[in-house]
T-cell receptor
Framework: KAGVTQTPRYLIKTRGQQVTLSCSPISGHRSVSWYQQTPGQGLQFLFEYFSETQRNKGNFPGRFSGRQFSNSRSEMNVSTLELGDSALYLC?????????????FGQGTRLTVV | AQSVTQPDIHITVSEGASLELRCNYSYGATPYLFWYVQSPGQGLQLLLKYFSGDTLVQGIKGFEAEFKRSQSSFNLRKPSVHWSDAAEYFCAVGADNAGNMLTFGGGTRLMVKP
């Protein structure tokens, strides 16, 4: 069974640009969560999508947005990039929403903003 | 709001020695507690979780953790560390009413001396 696939693995963008990251969950999983990992702030929850609906949102500015498609694939978008957005962005896939269902993480997308 | 503290940023142990990584949480209700491991350049892998019941939980790779409500702790232990255990370890807490959202501690980087 294929794991969680995040593309691209590495990305370099310039300040002010926008970026779209993609996450394909494990087949049959309907929940996708996104996290930002930085050396300074650690792992922080961005948002969760379940059945194409945003279920929870972390404390991030509106420049961070996401969506989920009918096949459960999810994208997150960051507009007007800032240097501080440089981070490892991790996606987690779960079969259902609710903390008792195990989350499986992808390898992440490393975003560098220059 | 929940929070997680991992007091030790770095820990070095000798191969074959025992290991204990500390985790303290803050949450008003019964917490859902997790330990994850992250190897360099990789996503997170679930080691073990506690929802309720027996306060000593067994996980993969020979790890165990003990939930102590009176101390608000969920420390991770391993009786004999292997060189391959060198990685970063994250404690996390979840809640019933927050979907799949996890709040992570800052992480503890484990180094293993030969």
């Amino acid at each position: 069974k294929a794991g969680v696939t995040q593309t691209p693995r590495y990305l370099i963008k310039t300040r002010g640009q926008q970026v779209t990251l993609s996450c394909s969950p494990i087949s049959g999983h309907r929940s996708v969560s996104w996290y930002q990992q930085t050396p300074g702030q650690g792992l922080q929850f961005l948002f969760e999508y379940f059945s194409e609906t945003q279920r929870n949102k972390g404390n991030f500015p509106g420049r961070f947005s996401g969506r989920q498609f009918s096949n459960s694939r999810s994208e997150m978008n960051v507009s007007t990039l800032e240097l501080g957005d440089s981070a490892l962005y991790l996606c987690a896939s779960s079969s259902d929403t609710g903390i008792r269902t195990e989350a499986f993480f992808g390898q992440g997308t490393r975003l560098t903003v220059v | 709001a929940q929070s997680v503290t991992q007091p030790d940023i770095h820990i070095t142990v000798s191969e074959g020695a025992s290991l204990e990584l500390r985790c303290n949480y803050s949450y008003g209700a019964t917490p859902y507690l997790f330990w994850y491991v992250q190897s360099p350049g990789q996503g997170l892998q679930l080691l073990l979780k506690y929802f309720s019941g027996d306060t000593l939980v067994q996980g993969i790779k020979g790890f165990e953790a003990e939930f102590k409500r009176s101390q608000s702790s969920f420390n991770l232990r391993k009786p004999s560390v292997h060189w391959s255990d060198a990685a970063e370890y994250f404690c996390a807490v979840g809640a019933d009413n927050a979907g799949n959202m996890l709040t992570f501690g800052g992480g503890t980087r484990l180094m293993v001396k030969p």
